[in-house]
């Protein structure tokens, strides 16, 4: 306190003299208020053993202790750094305003190994505590790596500031494995633009392997905002993987503009890595965060969870961006990596959040999923785009990818969603799907638009990559939902799929309008019919609207193998088709 400059090395603080014993301090085992200490060395020599004591193992406090150094230590563990010997409290506790403090580093030696304490392995918390910096540490491990947890392995809170946890070269990584809460905690109001960065996080030391942190590789919660995992430049990704729940959780009113670069959230080409729960899960009302990008660098690679690729949730989670990302496959684009469920879950009353954008770099390639790309559901799921994805294709638009389910599924009373546009670079490939390119299902699922799109051809409109069902699918009480659409450029290219190109199933008052249903959008190609009919109404069907008396309302309905229209079964009543162009179709 007071004077600084002091070098601390080469000692047992709380433990025996053969520092493999605890014999704990009451309090902390290093406190410092003053600047420019240096705690530890890159030799074996300078290292101290810092272990079993009451409070903190190390402790930098108040606006004086800066610029310290805490480095090549053993904090929580024993001498050989294998056994546990855990501070009662944090491994490294920094607060009340310390700033500019470097723990680890990234020369030979500098690493701390930072395990087996009783509360969190690193905390920075309160205000002015900003400008520390945490990299080339292993936070949860052991010496020979194994898993030596902590509670959360790095924990920021109560208004910390620009804090930064990693680091963009090799040697600046942290390891933050093996803890038994998050491995990253980012919590609270006024808790912002802090970065993680360039780490490993639920992984081996060689980013291989699982060591699971036992919740969450990363939490971002209780109103932090603008805080940023990842990053544009390469060396700026997290790998996030392997952890026992999801690899990134957001959530919380408040919990805003945080943004989500550059990572790998997956299981790296290796099964065992995939994280336990979603890869991103954003809920409970967290608006306004942003997942990708749009600049060069700012894709994640979202795959091979056990669960969705990314869920969005609950009433209040609106206004969330996801836009850039390969979502069930690996980083080429190419290969399928599937997510255990969606692609991309939205549900509980999740509003107003974009998957894509109508710029090209904005656009996902959600494909390879176990499930359906994009899953909207529930009531209350509202007013949501999907604008400009590859969905069922590879990154090129010109292979398949199929998702395992539908390409888009929006049901149970989810209302008012977009799946599509007019505008340039507005349109979805959806097509090379296990089901049906885009299904809209169950009573009350109402207001849904889908137009602009191409559903079951490449990304030319020209060559098929048909869904294995049909190309659109609205069933079960589904009502006054419209495909296509009378505008410029709202006609959707429904062609090339296994069925029909659109089955109305139990469903009314929903309108087709202007599209091109077994043809390219110039009405001339004639080999990418539709297996089944042009449009099939049936079972039921009532009330629906297929063309109109507008001069773009009308539908060319060409090259179907069956049908151009099929209207049948008893009670399929009161349908209008008006004003279509339905020629060269298989049977009539």
Do not use: C
Request: glycine content about 20%; overall charge negative.
């Amino acid at each position: 306190s007071g004077a600084g400059g002091n070098v601390i090395i080469g000692n047992y603080l709380g433990t025996d003299v053969t520092g493999s014993a605890a014999a704990g301090n009451v309090g902390d085992g290093v406190h410092v208020r003053s600047g420019n200490n240096t705690i530890g060395g890159t030799a074996v020599a300078d290292r101290n053993v810092i272990a079993s004591n009451g409070d903190d193992g190390v402790n930098l406090t108040d606006v004086g202790a800066t610029l310290n150094l805490v480095l090549g230590n053993y904090i929580g563990t024993d001498r050989t750094g294998l056994l546990n010997l855990g501070n009662t409290d944090a491994g490294i506790d920094i607060e009340n305003g310390a700033g500019w403090n470097t723990i680890g580093g990234t020369v030979a030696g500098s690493r701390n190994i930072v395990s087996g304490n009783l509360s969190n392995g690193i905390e920075i918390s309160d205000t002015l505590t900003s400008g520390n910096v945490i990299q080339g540490n292993w936070i949860g491990l052991d010496a020979a790596g194994g898993a030596l947890g902590n509670g959360d392995g790095v924990h920021i809170y109560g208004q910390a500031t620009g804090n930064t946890v990693g680091g963009t070269s090799p040697a600046a990584r942290n390891v933050i494995s093996g803890n038994t809460s998050d491995g990253v905690a980012i919590i609270g109001l006024g808790t912002t633009n802090n970065v993680v960065l360039g780490n490993y996080i639920g992984t081996d030391v060689a980013g291989m392997a699982p060591v699971p942190n036992a919740d969450s590789g990363i939490q971002i919660s209780a109103g932090a905002e603008n805080n940023t995992v990842g990053g544009t430049v390469a060396g700026a990704r997290n790998v996030i993987s392997g952890n026992t729940g999801d690899g990134i959780e957001i959530y919380d009113a408040g919990t805003q503009n945080n943004r989500i670069e550059g990572n790998y959230i997956d299981q790296a080409g290796a099964a065992p890595l995939a994280n336990g729960g979603r890869g991103v899960e954003i809920r409970n009302g967290a608006p306004s965060n942003t997942i990708g990008g749009t600049t060069a660098g700012a894709r994640n690679v979202i795959s091979g969870n056990t669960s969705d690729g990314i869920h969005i949730t609950g009433i209040g989670t609106s206004a969330n961006r996801v836009e850039g990302n390969f979502i069930g496959v690996d980083f080429t684009g190419t290969v399928p990596v599937a997510n255990g469920g969606d692609g991309v879950d939205l549900d509980t009353g999740a509003s107003f959040n974009t998957i894509g954008g109508t710029d090209v770099a904005a656009r996902n390639v959600i494909s390879g999923n176990t499930e359906s790309g994009i899953d909207i559901k529930d009531a209350g799921s509202s007013d949501n785009l999907i604008l400009g994805n590859y969905i069922g294709t590879d990154l090129t638009g010109t292979a398949p990818v199929g998702n395992g389910a539908r390409g888009v599924e929006i049901s149970t009373q989810a209302s008012n969603n977009t799946v599509g546009g007019t505008a340039p670079g507005a349109r979805n490939v959806i097509s090379a799907n296990t089901t049906a390119g885009v299904l809209l299902s169950d009573a009350g699922t109402s207001g849904n638009v889908v137009l602009g799109n191409f559903i079951g051809v490449d990304r030319s409109g020209t060559a098929p990559l048909g869904n294995t069902s049909n190309g659109v699918q609205i069933r079960l009480g589904a009502s006054d939902n419209t495909i296509g659409g009378a505008a410029a450029d709202a006609a959707n290219v429904i062609a090339a799929n296994v069925k029909n190109g659109i089955e109305i199933d139990g469903a009314n008052t929903n309108s087709v309008l202007g599209n091109f249903i077994g043809t390219d959008v110039s009405g001339t190609v004639n080999s990418i019919g539709n297996g089944g009919a042009g449009i099939a109404l049936l079972n039921m069907a009532g009330g629906n609207r297929i063309g109109g008396t507008g001069p773009d309302d009308g539908n060319t309905i060409a090259f179907n193998t069956a049908d151009g229209v099929s209207v049948r079964d008893d009670f399929t009543n009161g349908n209008s088709i008006l004003g279509n162009r339905i020629y060269s179709n298989g049977e009539l």
